[in-house]
């Protein structure tokens, strides 16, 4: 009897350190709501990366890193994966299907009916951007920019959604789910009911995660798949945008 439930415990326990997830350490950038929200534990592109991998039978321990430090810990071996990237950053690391897609574009007030066809068309207008946008949205913008007399980089982007909707500059550039989120986060003395017109005069940016091994990028893929298909991709854009897909 005493060998029967010895070998029914040793049976239990292999089969419990079967189920047990093995935990994946990845880097991912720091705060930017809805994407990666303070904590460093909620967001867009930190719940969907995680519900990926755990569809695929691993849990994600994220660390807020720059994007430098990241790809540095992921070539000395410090991390198992990074978010985020693009393939553009070389290496013979594994990379995902994309998961998430930024989308820079220049936001208008609709009762404005402004224009926007082109980032040359920017010229004629007042502008507020991102932090280090002159240096990231392309050659074009950074030599429109260069000589434009009424041209702003901001740290807070909350503070363009309080420019554009108190009529104080006439476009704001930046990504187009920051500018959604932030949204009903302004003061209610502005009104931010006004409709407005997002000009997508900037090419979409797809975005990949990488990892060190390619089980765990196809665990990922498959993962991503299972979540878009029963309707847990939606569920989370939902929770922080109020729409499944804005």
């Given amino acids: ?19 047990t997830p093995r935990e994946v350490q ?5 705060p930017k709501p809805p994407y990666i929200m303070e904590s460093g534990t909620a967001g867009l592109d930190y719940d969907i990366a ?10 994600m321990v994220a660390q807020m890193l720059p994007q430098t430090r990241a790809l540095a810990m992921l070539r000395a071996g410090q991390l198992d994966g990074m978010l985020s990237t693009t393939e553009g950053i070389g290496g013979q690391d594994y990379f995902t299907d994309t998961y998430i897609v930024y989308q820079n574009v220049a936001t208008t007030l609709t009762s ?19 932090q280090n946008a002159s240096m990231l949205l392309g050659e074009r913008f950074t030599l ?11 740290p ?20 187009r789910l920051i500018f959604h989120y932030f949204i009903d986060k302004l003061e209610r003395q502005i009104n931010a009911t006004q409709a ?33 298909s029963n309707g847990t991709y939606d569920a989370i854009v939902k929770q922080y945008l109020g729409v499944a897909r804005p």
């Fill in 50 to 59: 995680k519900q990926a991998l755990a569809a695929g039978g691993y849990k």
């Fill in 156 to 175: 807070s982007q909350i503070t363009q959604n309080k420019l554009l909707f108190t009529g104080r500059v006439d476009v704001v550039v930046g990504d």
């Fill in 144 to 154: 429109v920019m260069s000589g434009h007399s009424d041209y702003r980089e901001l």
């Fill in 26 to 30: 990845v880097g991912m950038g720091l």
């Fill in 112 to 130: 404005r009916h402004l224009k926007l066809r082109q980032v040359e068309d920017l010229a004629g207008y007042s502008v507020a951007a991102f």
């Fill in 196 to 228: 407005v017109t997002y000009h997508r005069i900037f090419p979409e940016i797809p975005r990949k995660a990488v990892f060190r091994e390619a089980r765990v990028r196809d665990a990922f893929n498959a993962g991503l798949k299972t979540i878009r």
């Fill in 1 to 19: 009897m005493c060998a029967i439930a010895c070998a029914g415990a040793l049976n239990g326990a292999v089969r419990a350190q079967e189920v």
